[in-house]
């Protein structure tokens, strides 16, 4: 549904809030229907869970990650949110923001739908005990790119069990991205449960690994939610910069180097199976390894955004283990842009004549785990802001990478492209991302959303 917006919500009156809460399993989409109009979803912080009124005993079986945050000083060294990006500049979620509860996530065929929804949901609100913090806003881009004119999204696992197949190598196991399920070691993913004898535990279904306990996040997951403000007009500005030709824009050589850093063009190519031009037949094309093809990043540099997020058999051991260590770091990306773009088309030569860009463009990053540890947390600190990720040296993520960290005597990044006989290294990359708020949330399956109205 391409109409969405995502309210934030504190909640000022628990009683009242929960009456909310019992009408809200009704309203919210279930798994296992697919409304044609519109769509609700509802996800909860660990401040909410505490708020309306959890024991203590199963808020510690809740993950640290979730009860931590985002905003805490051992998350900002992990999460590397330095600079303008540190949460005390945040516009929400921060520590100098107004504590968010609930998140309400609107979705619609239509701008009027979405309206429509928008005003229905808001108008009960006040009447139920909840502020709205802020709500946040959602557009659709030209040919469902992000605003740096890319195709996003192309690369998402495929949920084994699901009508949908994949090759194998895409295939991950439920419980990667759903509590409740077996996950990719075999084993049920740790979920949050409820002891026996709690009043209307019974709501819930039984723990698989307790007799004696009411499992509360089956059907449920893990969500992390970050707004990501884009620099468009930095971005290509320092592309054009780099590959200036006599003192001209190479608008070819421009397009190229911004390819060889996401690792794929703007239609979705991607670069190790099209290291030089776009080739449209293979746009959107997501059936590629790199052991083979590119082992030594030739074509895809190792330092890309798309390599180091997903490295698929590329890790250091053969390629089925790698593949396998890969598919426990997966994410379920459901991201959304807001904002409007600089141009209709995105086009880079349009954006680069625009002399004075006006507004704020960005993506509201959001992705689903059931380990937020081992999955979203891993790959932002172990891959995507590792300077010496797979044998690089001096190099983080080059479009969302942070080199504001206070102990680097540079502000700026490094961006390598190996080539046979002398590699190319690009110097001074700024952060062309700002991280503008975000939290972990938990949304619960229906009969755990059940559960937290009763308690």
């Given at each position: 549904?391409?109409?969405?917006?995502?309210?934030?919500?504190?909640i000022?009156?628990?009683?009242?809030?929960?009456?909310?809460?019992?009408?809200?399993?009704?309203?919210?989409?279930?798994?296992?229907e697919?409304?044609?109009?519109?769509?609700?979803?509802?996800?909860?912080?660990?401040?909410?869970?505490?708020v309306?009124?959890?024991?203590?005993?199963?808020?510690?079986?809740?993950?640290?990650?979730?009860?931590?945050?985002?905003?805490?000083?051992?998350?900002?060294?992990?999460?590397?949110?330095?600079?303008?990006?540190?949460?005390?500049?945040?516009?929400?979620?921060?520590?100098?923001?107004?504590?968010?509860?609930?998140?309400l996530?609107?979705?619609?065929?239509?701008?009027?739908?979405?309206?429509?929804?928008h005003?229905?949901?808001?108008?009960?609100?006040?009447?139920?005990?909840?502020?709205?913090?802020?709500?946040?806003?959602?557009?659709?881009?030209?040919?469902?790119?992000?605003?740096?004119?890319?195709?996003?999204?192309?690369?998402?696992?495929?949920?084994?069990?699901?009508?949908?197949?994949?090759?194998?190598?895409?295939?991950?196991?439920?419980?990667?991205?759903?509590?409740?399920?077996?996950?990719?070691y075999?084993?049920?993913?740790?979920?949050?449960?409820?002891?026996?004898?709690?009043?209307?535990?019974?709501?819930?279904?039984?723990?698989?690994?307790?007799?004696?306990?009411?499992?509360?996040?089956?059907?449920?997951?893990?969500?992390?939610?970050?707004?990501?403000k884009?620099d468009?007009?930095?971005?290509?500005k320092?592309?054009?910069?780099?590959?200036?030709?006599?003192?001209?824009?190479?608008?070819?050589?421009?397009?190229?180097?911004?390819?060889?850093?996401?690792?794929?063009?703007?239609?979705?190519?991607?670069?190790?199976?099209?290291?030089?031009?776009?080739?449209?037949?293979?746009?959107?094309?997501?059936?590629?390894?790199?052991?083979?093809?590119?082992?030594?990043?030739?074509?895809?540099?190792?330092?890309?955004?798309?390599?180091?997020?997903?490295?698929?058999?590329?890790?250091?051991?053969?390629?089925?283990?790698?593949?396998?260590?890969?598919?426990?770091?997966?994410?379920?990306?459901?991201?959304?842009?807001?904002?409007?773009?600089?141009?209709?088309?995105?086009?880079?030569?349009?954006?680069?004549?625009?002399?004075?860009?006006?507004?704020?463009?960005?993506?509201?990053?959001?992705?689903?785990?059931?380990?937020?540890?081992?999955?979203?947390?891993?790959?932002?600190?172990?891959?995507?802001?590792?300077?010496?990720?797979?044998?690089?040296?001096?190099?983080?993520?080059?479009?969302?990478?942070?080199?504001?960290?206070?102990?680097?005597?540079?502000?700026?990044?490094?961006?390598?492209?190996?080539?046979?006989?002398?590699?190319?290294?690009?110097?001074?990359?700024?952060?062309?991302?700002?991280?503008?708020?975000?939290s972990?949330?938990?949304?619960?399956?229906?009969?755990?959303?059940?559960?937290?109205?009763?308690?």
């Open positions: 549904m391409p109409a969405a917006e995502f309210v934030l919500l504190k000022t009156d628990v009683i009242l809030a929960k009456q909310w809460l019992e009408l809200m399993p009704a309203q919210v989409t279930s798994g296992d697919k409304r044609k109009n519109f769509a609700v979803n509802i996800a909860f912080t660990f401040d909410a869970l505490k309306l009124g959890l024991s203590a005993e199963t808020l510690d079986t809740f993950p640290l990650e979730l009860e931590d945050g985002m905003t805490t000083s051992h998350k900002q060294l992990f999460l590397e949110d330095f600079g303008t990006s540190a949460s005390d500049y945040w516009e929400w979620g921060g520590p100098n923001n107004e504590p968010v509860h609930i998140l996530m609107l979705y619609a065929v239509d701008i009027p739908m979405l309206q429509t929804l005003q229905q949901q808001i108008a009960q609100l006040e009447e139920y005990g909840l502020d709205e913090i802020k709500t946040l806003d959602t557009s659709v881009l030209y040919e469902r790119k992000e605003h740096f004119g890319f195709q996003d999204g192309i690369s998402q696992p495929t949920i084994k069990g699901l009508s949908r197949q994949d090759v194998p190598e895409n295939m991950v196991s439920a419980g990667e991205f759903i509590l409740g399920y077996k996950n990719e075999n084993q049920y993913t740790p979920s949050p449960v409820v002891a026996n004898g709690t009043v209307t535990a019974d709501i819930l279904p039984k723990s698989v690994d307790a007799d004696d306990k009411y499992d509360l996040g089956r059907n449920g997951s893990y969500m992390v939610f970050r707004q990501l884009q468009v007009g930095l971005f290509w320092y592309m054009e910069k780099c590959t200036l030709k006599d003192g001209k824009c190479d608008e070819k050589e421009m397009v190229k180097l911004a390819a060889k850093m996401l690792g794929r063009w703007p239609g979705g190519s991607p670069v190790v199976m099209c290291p030089d031009d776009e080739v449209k037949e293979h746009n959107n094309e997501n059936n590629f390894d790199y052991r083979k093809a590119d082992e030594f990043g030739l074509r895809c540099p190792y330092a890309s955004h798309i390599r180091r997020s997903h490295p698929r058999d590329a890790l250091d051991t053969d390629r089925l283990t790698s593949i396998k260590v890969a598919n426990k770091h997966r994410l379920l990306r459901r991201g959304r842009s807001y904002g409007q773009p600089v141009t209709e088309t995105m086009n880079p030569m349009d954006i680069l004549k625009v002399q004075d860009i006006q507004g704020e463009r960005g993506l509201h990053f959001i992705c689903f785990n059931a380990d937020i540890g081992r999955q979203f947390e891993f790959i932002q600190n172990a891959w995507s802001n590792n300077p010496k990720f797979n044998g690089l040296h001096d190099e983080r993520d080059p479009i969302t990478g942070n080199h504001s960290h206070p102990l680097n005597e540079k502000k700026t990044g490094t961006f390598s492209i190996p080539e046979k006989e002398l590699r190319r290294r690009f110097t001074d990359v700024p952060e062309f991302v700002t991280v503008k708020g975000g972990y949330f938990f949304m619960p399956g229906i009969k755990a959303l059940k559960y937290l109205a009763s308690i």
